[in-house]
């Protein structure tokens, strides 16, 4: 079964300093897989998505993910972040079925940003 | 993400009665998915529904919970006689097919179900 783990509960940082969100991930395929944001009250915006090709991949806000097959990791970063930034951050993996929209999230990494 | 509506936003029930969550799917969209979230875990799939149709509830209790997507009209979750473990967030998504690239898959601001 499929599975994602995001190890850090909670991350703070300082406005315009950089962020790495982990994520790694237990799957018998080559996985689809997401990151998610989740502002207060809000429902969850996609970020980014990999399903193949290159395992760097951009995303919306200056988001940036990058897929590591050895590692079983899709670690999400931003070189500089800002405050709009502090939200609840999902990775998934998808594609068990067939299907990329039947997903297995993680339990979410809170970010709080610092001015 | 702001056109897939979820009704209400926050849902309190006594142990016993039963919770109706709707959500409308995005216009043109006929492909439903539910989503719980339990307190600090992850969202977990329970059903994904086409136009009258269940196409996979493999992630549904066994007992107590359906779910439904009419010809007209919302998709509904339903929970009979709630237990206090049901208090969750859930989620639900929508998308024009069941495309694998996901692109098109836009989720609700949820329904807060509190179990008192």
């Known amino acids: 079964a499929q599975s994602v783990t995001q190890p850090d509960i909670h991350i703070t940082v300082s406005e315009g300093a950089s962020l790495e969100l982990r994520c790694n991930y237990s799957?018998?395929?080559?996985?689809?897989l997401f990151w998610y944001v989740q502002s207060p009250g809000q429902g969850l915006q996609l970020l980014l998505k990999?399903?193949?090709?290159?395992?760097l991949v951009q995303g919306i806000k200056g988001f940036e993910a990058e897929f590591k097959r050895s590692q079983s990791s899709f670690n999400l970063r931003k070189p500089s972040v800002h405050w709009s930034d502090a939200a609840e951050y999902f990775c998934?993996?998808?594609?068990?079925?067939?299907?990329?929209?039947?997903?297995?999230f993680g339990t979410g990494t809170r970010l709080q940003v610092t001015l | 993400n702001a056109g897939v509506m979820q009704n209400p936003r926050h849902l309190v029930r006594r142990r016993g009665q039963e919770a109706r969550l709707r959500c409308s799917p995005m216009?043109?969209?006929?492909?439903v998915y539910w989503y719980r979230q339990l307190p600090e875990e992850g969202l977990k799939f329970m059903v994904y529904?086409?136009?009258?149709?269940?196409?996979?509830e493999s992630g549904m209790p066994k007992e107590r919970f359906s779910a439904e997507f009419p010809k007209e009209g919302p998709s509904i979750l339903r929970i009979q006689q709630v237990v206090r473990g049901d208090s969750a967030a859930y989620f639900c998504?929508?998308?024009?097919?069941?495309?694998?690239?996901?692109?098109?898959?836009?989720f609700g601001s949820g329904t807060q179900l509190s179990v008192l």
């Open positions: 998934a993996v998808g594609g068990e079925t067939g299907t990329a929209s039947k997903l297995t």
């Open positions: 216009k043109g969209h006929s492909h």
């Open positions: 529904l086409q136009k009258e149709n269940i196409i996979d």
């Open positions: 990999y399903f193949s090709g290159d395992t």
């Open positions: 998504a929508s998308s024009p097919t069941a495309s694998a690239t996901n692109e098109k898959l836009f």
């Open positions: 799957y018998g395929a080559t996985p689809y």
